[in-house]
Nanobody, 124 residues
Framework: QVHLVESGGGLVQAGDSLRLSCAAS????????MGWFRQAPGKEREFVASTSQSGRFTNYADSVKGRFTISKDNAKNTGYLQMNSLNAEDTAVYYCAAKTSPGASQYRDAYATWGQGTQVTVSS
């Protein structure tokens, strides 16, 4: 089973950019499709973006489409979430997740493996 560790979160101002990383270990990362989810205080964990095992296919929540970019470097066993034009509504703990089934799923229950999360705070 793959083990995931997120990094790259922090405190930024509205309009700034951040890049989150998701380092995978334990198994070949190319066997896994990957997703990013986030959870704000008092809210349920929601889908942000996902990509297929190869990284060729992607899927985005409407709220981040055009601002966020998901990518996956199988040679480095690392996934990324580039976040641009951040706003206060993006403040949340961000989690990466992995699944062995193909496809860029938006469904939380499709993912069996989760990281511990990284906090992103955007001040307005």
């Amino acid at each position: 089973q793959v083990h995931l560790v997120e990094s790259g979160g922090g405190l930024v101002q509205a309009g700034d950019s951040l890049r989150l990383s998701c380092a995978a270990s334990g198994r070949t990362f190319s066997s896994y499709a990957m997703g990013w989810f986030r959870q704000a205080p008092g809210k349920e964990r929601e889908f942000v973006a996902s990509t297929s095992q190869s990284g060729r296919f992607t899927n985005y929540a409407d709220s981040v489409k055009g601002r966020f970019t998901i990518s996956k470097d199988n040679a480095k066993n690392t996934g990324y979430l580039q976040m641009n034009s951040l706003n206060a509504e993006d403040t949340a703990v961000y989690y990466c997740a992995a699944k062995t089934s193909p496809g860029a799923s938006q469904y939380r229950d499709a993912y069996a493996t989760w990281g511990q999360g990284t906090q992103v705070t955007v001040s307005s």
